[in-house]
């Protein structure tokens, strides 16, 4: 089984770099620590509460970030889980037969989503230089930069599957983890797995289409209406909604640059 320690971080693909960092500022209060790029595009990792996210950005017309977010649209790509061991990880992956899509000899691998109920997964030992998570003052409760919104504990990955009992025994298999929730909302089910520093959520809902993907990070506040005043006052308009974890606020996908992004309370 793969031995997940961490979120390494959550990867957005969008064509505006610029508008996706000054969200996670402005309205998430998020802490960028790395701006680089990389063969085909401009990158940049922040910390909005205790969530790493990474920022793609295509920086030609025919790069493969260029590609997916012609084909998909601007959106969350994919979830890079930290292992204890790549080469270990690696074996788990040629075991259970998974494609790997894009592979640097001892840094990571991408497994394809098809493999892995929508998923598309990175896998990688490597930790970031200047990591706010790294740093020994840090508190996972109060998590990095202002925290605008109060951001407290684990985020949820959220992914739209078509059978969340399949989709979620199956992810407790690859990792050993047990499924911590299992609930219902009208006719969505979700199952949700527990890794400490994150949560996943395998979320089936008919109103979300049959394509599974990397559908949504959902942030837990102490307080949504504190939250709801503060992201008004960022300029970020914000519309309520139920989710399986409690009463929940979705930030509008125009300002957020496709990433979906639920602001919740929980319940549980």
């Keep these: 089984m793969l031995t997940v320690t961490r979120h390494g971080h959550v990867n957005h693909y969008t064509s505006d770099y610029d508008a996706a960092l000054a969200v ?5 209060g998020g802490e960028v620590f790395s701006e680089f790029g990389t063969p085909g595009s401009r990158n940049a990792l922040s910390v909005v509460g205790s969530t790493c996210l990474q920022v793609f950005s295509p920086d030609a017309p025919d790069s493969p970030v260029a590609s997916w977010i012609g084909r998909f649209g601007a959106s969350w790509h994919s979830l890079e889980w930290t292992v204890a061991d790549l080469a270990e990880a690696e074996e788990v992956v040629a075991a259970r037969g998974f494609r790997v899509t894009d592979r640097m000899a001892g840094r990571y691998v991408f497994l394809h989503p098809k493999d892995l109920h929508g998923l ?3 896998l990688t030992a490597e930790h970031f230089p200047g990591d706010p998570r790294e740093q020994p003052e840090w508190d996972p409760d109060v998590g990095a930069g202002g925290n605008l919104l109060g951001i407290t504990g684990p985020a949820t990955v959220v992914l ?3 059978d969340a009992a399949a989709a979620g025994e199956f992810f407790a298999g690859l990792t050993g983890r ?20 994150h949560r996943l959520d395998c ?66």
């Excluded at 996670?24 to 998430?28: E, G, I, Q, Y």
């Excluded at 299992?182 to 527990?194: E, F, H, I, S, V």
């Excluded at 939250?227 to 930030?251: F, I, M, Q």
């Design 120 to 122: 598309c997964l990175e």
């Design 24 to 28: 996670h500022r402005r309205a998430l």
């Design 203 to 268: 979320l089936a809902d008919p109103g979300l289409g049959p394509r599974e993907r990397l559908y949504a990070l959902r942030l837990p506040v102490p307080d949504l209406a504190s939250a709801a005043a503060s992201l008004t006052a960022s300029g970020v308009p914000a519309t309520p909604l139920s989710t399986t974890e409690g009463p929940a606020l979705v930030l509008d996908t125009a300002a957020t640059q496709g990433a979906r992004i639920e602001i919740v309370q929980r319940t549980r």
């Design 178 to 197: 047990d499924i911590a929730h299992d609930d219902t909302l009208g006719a969505a089910r979700a199952t949700t797995l527990d890794f400490g520093d």
């Design 160 to 162: 739209a599957v078509t």
